[in-house]
């Protein structure tokens, strides 16, 4: 973890070696510390908030009506590209579900294992559609059922998705 700190100068004051050299020996041990608290809670929280590397879910969720979206499947997007953290296989299964309810003027959904022992569950009601890949290789379709409720309960509460 890096540090910056911009100090704003009066343009009358000459910035010779001797005053930068007071400068860092007014505030240097001072910053310092405070480099290391920030650290240190900055770590502490990261720890609290996240005690897995990585969350047993991921999701797209994307309304048709006003185009709004929301994901945790891109890691990282660029001008020119947009890497994804999902494996190809799962990638084509979410795209089969999203093909299958284009088709279909109705509210369903899909719940799928994956050879991988992902599952992946996609859900549409309305004009509003919900994918879900879950890393929980022993649930069963209950209890992945169960964990897609959660999802949608602490990601999307004002959102209304049929059951």
């Given at each position: 973890?890096?540090?910056?700190?911009?100090?704003?100068?009066?343009?009358?004051?000459?910035?010779?070696?001797?005053?930068?050299?007071?400068?860092?020996?007014?505030?240097?041990?001072?910053?310092?510390?405070?480099?290391?608290?920030?650290?240190?809670?900055?770590?502490?929280n990261k720890r609290l908030?996240?005690?897995?590397?990585?969350?047993?879910?991921?999701?797209?969720?994307?309304?048709?009506?006003?185009?709004?979206?929301?994901?945790?499947?891109?890691?990282?997007?660029?001008?020119?590209?947009?890497?994804?953290?999902?494996?190809?296989?799962?990638?084509?299964?979410?795209?089969?579900?999203?093909?299958?309810?284009?088709?279909?003027?109705?509210?369903?959904?899909?719940?799928?294992?994956?050879?991988?022992?992902?599952?992946?569950?996609?859900?549409?009601?309305?004009?509003?559609?919900?994918?879900?890949?879950?890393?929980q290789k022993n649930a069963?379709?209950?209890?992945?059922?169960?964990?897609?409720?959660?999802?949608?309960?602490?990601?999307?509460?004002?959102?209304?998705?049929?059951?």
């Open positions: 973890m890096s540090a910056v700190v911009c100090f704003l100068i009066d343009a009358a004051v000459d910035l010779t070696r001797e005053f930068c050299q007071r400068l860092d020996d007014l505030v240097g041990p001072q910053l310092t510390l405070l480099a290391s608290d920030i650290c240190e809670q900055f770590n502490a908030a996240a005690p897995e590397k990585e969350p047993h879910f991921k999701y797209i969720y994307f309304n048709h009506m006003n185009l709004a979206e929301k994901t945790t499947i891109h890691m990282r997007k660029t001008a020119s590209m947009s890497l994804t953290s999902v494996h190809p296989d799962l990638m084509k299964i979410l795209g089969d579900i999203n093909s299958d309810f284009s088709r279909a003027d109705e509210d369903e959904e899909v719940i799928a294992k994956a050879m991988t022992d992902y599952w992946v569950v996609g859900k549409k009601s309305d004009q509003r559609e919900l994918y879900v890949i879950l890393s069963n379709l209950i209890e992945v059922n169960e964990e897609v409720k959660k999802l949608c309960a602490t990601q999307f509460n004002n959102i209304f998705f049929l059951d």
